[in-house]
């Protein structure tokens, strides 16, 4: 049992430090050849399937709004996003992803689903009673970091 906590604390710190300053972990490397942060490329993925504000974003992304008010700004500096007002109220800004940016938000898609799919692939090494109990385990471990 001690090893199994001493597995759990190193599986942990493991994550922390492959997640380093990024706002999410993905599976395998990013192919876009445009330098973006993950958060980012993330941001252009969700704006490519909604319409979304600033502080819609923040809390999609779990980051604060100055930190997405930061990643927008040079999204629309480096020619990715161009912004719109709300005809109803002019204090809300809309964005749209220009030509350039499609392929990116497109490239982020497939590595989320790539990264969802290598953790499909992990699973299925278990059967399906086992499987029961990984998820029971992370429930459990996730609330009691949560
Ligand atoms: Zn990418
Ligand atoms: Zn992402």
Same mark, same amino acid.
């Given at each position: 049992?001690?090893? *199994?906590?001493? %597995?759990?604390?190193?599986? *942990?710190?493991?994550?922390?430090?492959? $997640?380093?300053?990024?706002?999410?972990?993905?599976?395998? /490397?990013?192919?876009?050849?445009?330098?973006?942060?993950? !958060?980012?490329?993330?941001?252009?993925?969700?704006?490519?399937?909604?319409?979304?504000?600033?502080?819609?974003?923040?809390?999609? &992304?779990?980051?604060?709004? $100055?930190? =997405?008010?930061? $990643?927008?700004?040079? &999204?629309?500096?480096?020619?990715? &996003?161009? !912004?719109?007002? %709300?005809?109803?109220?002019?204090?809300?800004?809309?964005?749209?992803? !220009? %030509?350039?940016?499609?392929?990116?938000?497109?490239?982020?898609? /497939? /590595?989320?689903? /790539?990264? &969802?799919?290598?953790?499909?692939? =992990? $699973? !299925?090494?278990?059967?399906?009673?086992?499987?029961?109990?990984?998820?029971?385990?992370?429930?459990? *471990?996730?609330?009691?970091?949560?």
């Amino acid at each position: 049992m001690r090893q *199994l906590a001493k %597995d759990i604390d190193q599986f *942990l710190n493991e994550i922390i430090l492959k $997640a380093e300053n990024q706002h999410e972990i993905l599976i395998g /490397h990013c192919t876009s050849d445009v330098a973006l942060t993950n !958060t980012q490329e993330h941001i252009l993925m969700l704006l490519s399937e909604d319409s979304l504000t600033n502080s819609e974003l923040a809390r999609r &992304l779990n980051v604060s709004q $100055a930190a =997405v008010t930061k $990643a927008i700004k040079s &999204l629309v500096k480096e020619g990715m &996003l161009e !912004t719109s007002k %709300d005809p109803k109220d002019a204090r809300v800004v809309f964005y749209q992803l !220009t %030509d350039l940016a499609r392929p990116i938000a497109e490239e982020h898609h /497939h /590595h989320h689903e /790539h990264t &969802l799919s290598t953790y499909e692939q =992990v $699973a !299925t090494q278990f059967t399906p009673n086992e499987q029961k109990i990984i998820q029971r385990f992370l429930t459990a *471990l996730v609330g009691e970091i949560k």
